[in-house]
């Protein structure tokens, strides 16, 4: 089975299982794009936590071997684009990369599709396109300059230097380094840490962040108060809004029941 999705209470844990090197061909995209949709639909599903098997590759990127075998550079990889994620826009629910390895090319845009990641302190993480001549075209070129100063986003994409975890956390792709033997037990901690939240609330955050990032702050404002944002007015007009106030009120936990 190349994507294996367990649920381990609210947290859905997917690992990426193709040896040697975890590469994504378009079957393996469809089933990751199926474990992501499983997320979504599952109300009882509050975060995923993305690893690969093994411990030398979270995942290797395109499989070239697929690629070689006639599967064309533009092929439809599903309805999540590549790696099932990439292009997923609305999941409406947070993933936290696992970076157990090497997040080489479209592994790394899979990182960066991702919302949060902790990474093994041997992790590493690099753009090899431009030495093969190809870009990174499935969200890259696209998230890295958004996350990391232009210059550096230049240096990574047109050389492929390898990136170290420590590096990466320096530049703010990544949130926590932790030992490898670690790294499962840390990414579940903080998908536990986030279902703590009022799911609605977290959905409307990753909707108000994804709609506005890149734009001014009042064009940001305007977008965000105009009504087209539908997780942030269920959020609004929710029984868990008056339900957070109402525990703080009463000095509780509050009981989220996603309405």
């Known amino acids: 089975m190349a994507v294996e999705a367990r649920a381990d209470g609210p947290v859905l844990v997917i690992t990426l299982d ?18 992501f949709d499983r997320l979504r639909s599952d109300a009882g599903l509050r975060v995923a936590v993305l690893t690969g098997a093994g411990e030398r590759f979270f995942s290797a990127g395109w499989d070239l071997h697929a690629a070689a075998a006639g599967e064309g550079i533009d092929a439809d990889h599903g309805p999540g684009g590549f790696a099932g994620l990439t292009e997923f826009f609305d999941l409406g629910k947070p ?9 080489l090319g479209g592994g790394f845009e899979l990182v960066l599709a991702a919302d949060l990641v902790v990474a093994a302190s041997d992790a590493e993480f690099v753009f090899p396109e431009a030495t093969l001549g190809l870009v990174p075209d499935a969200g890259g070129l696209l998230r890295l300059p958004a996350r990391v100063p232009r210059p550096v986003a230049v240096e990574w994409l047109l050389t492929g230097r390898r990136i170290g975890a420590a590096e990466a956390a320096r530049w703010g792709l990544v949130n926590r380094v932790v030992p490898a033997a670690d790294l499962i037990p840390a990414a579940v901690d903080l998908a536990r840490a986030i279902s703590a939240s009022a799911p609605l609330s977290v959905a409307a955050v990753l909707e108000i962040m994804r709609e506005t990032e890149g734009t001014p702050v009042a064009e940001g404002y305007q977008i965000m108060r105009g009504g087209g944002l539908p997780a942030y007015r269920r959020m609004l007009d929710s029984d868990d809004a008056r339900e957070g106030v109402q525990a703080f009120a009463e000095r509780r936990p509050p009981r989220w029941t996603g309405r």
């Open 18 to 35: 193709r040896p040697k090197a975890n590469a994504i061909d378009v079957p393996a995209s469809r089933a990751l794009h199926a474990a």
């Open 95 to 103: 993933v936290i990369a696992a970076v157990n390895g090497l997040a």
